[in-house]
């Protein structure tokens, strides 16, 4: 069983580039989320949708964009990318009122 | 507002017992949760309280208390492998959000 698995695990970009990185689970939850972890720091949210054709803004949306066309993908957008973005992405998983599930990380550095 | 708060860093010798506080002021709740981190690896989860009381689940027991916005993760018989940042996470109302405090970075020395 797969559980979640995120693509590309690591990437560099340069300033004003854009790229997806993908997400897909296998669980079939509901509710899939975008978080991103700044060096020693805890997970902030990007985005999260609660199911397929519906989603919302996290904490820290500006910059980003999702779409879920169906229950298994739920992907993240960059346009223009800009120094502040270096982070690491995890993209989770969730039954209602389950506990999350998370996928290995996505590590990308914009220069 | 959002809210919760652990301390940074904690040490512990290898065989002793361990407490992880945790407060937290959110808008909502519906749980708490402890999740705990491997440098350079995805979170996993260890245990979730939405009631009250104690929690026991093998070495790990988490611990809390609403009225007090005040959760606890308590760790036995400490192995190295326990050496991780363990997170605070705490679901709103609706059951969709998850909230996650900064972390505490535990290190097991010999």
């Known amino acids: 069983n797969a559980g979640v698995t995120q693509t590309p695990k690591f990437r560099i970009l340069k300033i004003g580039q854009s790229m997806t990185l993908q997400c897909t689970q296998d669980?079939?939850?509901?509710?899939m989320y975008w978080y991103r972890q700044d060096p020693g720091m805890g997970l902030k949210l990007i985005y999260y949708s609660v199911g397929a054709g519906i989603t919302d803004k996290g904490e820290v949306p500006n910059g980003y964009n999702v779409s879920r066309s169906t229950t298994e993908d739920f992907p993240l957008r960059l346009e223009l990318a800009a120094p502040s973005q270096t982070s690491v992405y995890f993209c989770?998983?969730?039954?209602?009122?389950?506990?999350?599930?998370f996928g290995e990380g996505s590590r990308l550095t914009v220069l | 507002g959002q809210n919760i708060d652990q301390p940074t860093e904690m040490t512990a010798t290898e065989g002793a017992i361990v407490q992880i506080n945790c407060t937290y002021q959110?808008?909502?709740?519906?749980?708490l949760f402890w999740y705990q981190q491997h440098a350079g690896e995805a979170p996993t989860f260890l245990s979730y309280n939405v009631l009250d009381g104690l929690e026991e689940k093998g070495r790990f027991s988490s611990f809390l208390s609403r009225s007090k916005g005040y959760s606890y993760l308590l760790l036995k018989e400490l192995q190295m492998k326990d050496s991780a940042s363990y997170l605070c996470?705490?679901?709103?109302?609706?059951?969709?959000?998850?909230?996650f405090g900064p972390g505490t970075r535990l290190s097991v020395l010999p």
């Open positions: 996470a705490v679901r709103d109302n609706y059951g969709q959000n998850f909230v």
């Open positions: 669980m079939n939850h509901n509710y």
């Open positions: 989770a998983s969730s039954y209602i009122a389950g506990e999350l599930f």
């Open positions: 959110t808008s909502g709740f519906n749980g």
